[in-house]
């Protein structure tokens, strides 16, 4: 991780690159300090070249956004990026400290004195933090309901992911210790939401991989069964239970419950003022 410190008329940048972690959370912290003592209380992060972020930095971020706004300043994100920017949603930052996908968006917000966010950029990498790959685990499944010009990869990684020849891309809605929910759009299948249902039908067992973004790890691996299926009109929703899972994913998925906990906690002593 790699800080910089770019000062400005009457409010300063601090550039930041690379994995912002617990060892970091001191860095920043000491260049706000510092920033502080010579006068200065509006800053933004620039989160472009940050591809990681866990819970102990984004409750130093609400920590800091309080620290500055008790001495008539303020906290702004800019220009994060697609990993920061899924986080942030995903745990309810982007309520509290504004986030704009620009810095100029982000100087005017500060110079303006207000908290408002900035506009949500459409752009995204084809995986991103929140993404679910699932395959079916019964192969006949996929020759059944996709015509065999459908039975590519929904992304580019998903063969390489899941080792299969078919995997969908969903994207995670909820995450505890008995599954997940998680939405599908269909991806390139040509689906109806109703075909979608059936082909994801409850009782049917899964392969799916899935990653905890608060947690420095790669892909966890769990078999489900489907557990609820709800139809919508841009997809479907879907519950699945675990069926088998080790014991270091297991682990894992206690530990992002906590952190989840804690950065809820802190949000909300942020907004109960």
């Known amino acids: 991780m790699h800080i910089s410190v770019e000062p400005r008329d009457d409010f300063a940048f601090l550039h930041m690159r690379g994995e912002f972690d617990t060892y970091y959370v001191p860095e920043m912290q000491r260049e706000i300090d510092a920033l502080i003592k010579t006068g200065i209380v509006r800053v933004a992060l620039n989160l472009r070249f940050v591809k990681f972020i866990n819970s102990t930095a984004l409750g130093a971020m609400i920590k800091a956004s309080k620290q500055l706004t008790g001495k008539g300043g303020r906290l702004v ?3 994060p990026s697609p990993f920061c920017r899924d986080i942030f949603g995903k745990v309810g930052l982007d309520r509290v400290i504004g986030v704009f996908d620009t810095d100029e968006e982000a100087t005017e917000a500060l110079l303006a ?8 950029d459409g752009k995204h990498h084809e995986e991103h933090a929140s993404t679910v790959l699932f395959s079916p685990v019964d192969s006949k499944r996929i020759e059944h309901f996709l015509p065999e010009d459908k039975r590519t990869p929904t992304t580019e990684l998903s063969h ?4 299969v020849a078919w995997s969908g891309a969903g994207r995670m809605a909820a995450l505890d210790s008995k599954g997940l929910r998680f939405t599908w759009n269909g991806g390139a299948t040509g689906l109806t939401p109703f075909a979608m249902s059936q082909f994801l039908a409850i009782g049917t067992d899964w392969r799916i991989k899935f990653r905890l973004p608060l947690l420095m790890k790669g892909y966890s691996e769990v078999v489900c069964t489907i557990s609820e299926v709800e139809e919508r009109p841009e997809g479907v929703k879907i519950g699945a239970t675990f069926k088998t899972i080790d014991d270091p994913t297991k682990n894992a998925i206690k530990q992002y419950a ?9 949000l909300k002593k942020s907004t109960d003022r």
């Open 77 to 79: 994100v800019a220009r």
């Open 160 to 163: 390489e992911k899941l080792g």
């Open 258 to 266: 906590s952190d989840m906990a804690f950065l809820k906690d802190e």
């Open 113 to 120: 004195g207000t908290a408002r966010h900035g506009k949500v």
